[in-house]
């Protein structure tokens, strides 16, 4: 039987924004980190943001100069997921939004990892017992949905699909618990899962109400925001997540049903087509290039 004092090494799979930050994350919060990645690129910017984001914890007074160095040395980046997940007591996959992708991954993750490894998706979008079958160990696959910034935003969706086991679910728990993270249960799969699914109706209601020319970008971010008492508005907020991952999971959503009310808004293809992602690539819904 596995109990959360069992996790000592953890291994994600993805070294993009979400796969990083849920790696630092884990390294500060005492678990030694092995993050992988396809692309070596990918993996000396997330080695650099490491070392920029502790010495910047370390001045804000929020980390000590001792806490840093240990954070440092407990995560490691490698381009061999063999390397990475030889070891590994749970197991994150933070890589594109593709089901065949993740399917190889995880059939990969199970004839390397050890047999008690728990193997999880980050997916926001894609549920487990569309991976599980690919590996030999079904009831140790899951989803554990962290939000972005993962370093920051303290929510993670533990999905319970119908493969799933308790003990499996109890560990993902208590992980998040020891990550300092709130975790919210789901107890079945459904898309969007739990915020997903209420923040997704707001983001296509805010797609129609741009492309219908019925209010512009700034008029319904402001709506939702001095109206609603939201944070910020739909648009803002997709900036931050990203208008590449949006389009990638609408383009998900109609390839599984079929329905043209489900393809991306043309607003939205419009920028996808462009690179205009978001916060990230300087441009999005609004321009960031002079910040």
Same mark, same amino acid.
């Given at each position: 039987m596995m109990r959360i004092? +069992?996790?000592?090494?953890?291994?994600? !799979?993805?070294? &993009?924004?979400?796969?990083?930050?849920?790696?630092?994350?884990?390294?500060?919060?005492?678990?030694?980190?092995?993050?992988?990645?396809?692309?070596?690129?990918?993996?000396?910017?997330?080695?650099?943001?490491? +070392?920029?984001?502790?010495?910047?914890? !370390?001045?804000? &007074?929020k980390l000590t100069t001792q806490q840093a160095a240990a954070a440092r040395s407990r995560i490691r980046f490698m381009p061999s997921m063999e390397d990475a997940a030889k070891d590994a007591d749970y197991i994150i996959e933070a890589v594109l939004e593709v089901l065949d992708l993740k399917r190889k991954i995880f059939a990969d993750l199970d004839r390397i990892a050890p047999p008690h490894a728990i193997l999880a998706t980050n997916s926001s979008a894609i549920v487990s017992s569309k991976i599980a079958d690919a590996t030999g160990r079904p009831d140790k696959v899951i989803n554990l949905h962290f939000f972005n910034p993962a370093l920051v935003m303290k929510l993670v969706e533990v999905v319970q699909g119908p493969h799933v086991s308790e003990e499996t679910v109890q560990v993902s728990m208590e992980l998040c618990e020891r990550l300092k993270k709130i975790s919210v249960h789901v107890k079945k799969e459904v898309k969007g899962f739990l915020l997903n699914r209420i923040l997704l109706s707001m983001f296509k209601e805010a797609f129609w109400l741009l492309d219908m020319d019925v209010a512009s970008i700034e008029d319904i971010d402001k709506a939702c925001v001095y109206g609603a008492g939201h944070p910020m508005g739909p648009f803002t907020l997709n900036d931050l997540t990203g208008i590449d991952l949006q389009y990638i999971m609408d383009l998900e959503t109609f390839r599984e049903t079929g329905n043209v009310a489900d393809l991306p808004s043309p607003s939205l293809v419009e920028r996808y087509v462009k690179g205009c992602y978001g916060k990230k690539t300087g441009r999005g819904w609004y321009d960031y290039s002079d910040k």
């Open positions: 004092d +069992d996790i000592k090494n953890i291994c994600v !799979v993805g070294a &993009g924004n979400m796969g990083h930050q849920i790696s630092l994350h884990c390294a500060i919060m005492g678990f030694n980190t092995f993050c992988t990645d396809v692309s070596k690129k990918v993996l000396a910017k997330a080695d650099a943001f490491v +070392d920029k984001y502790l010495s910047g914890r !370390v001045e804000k &007074g």
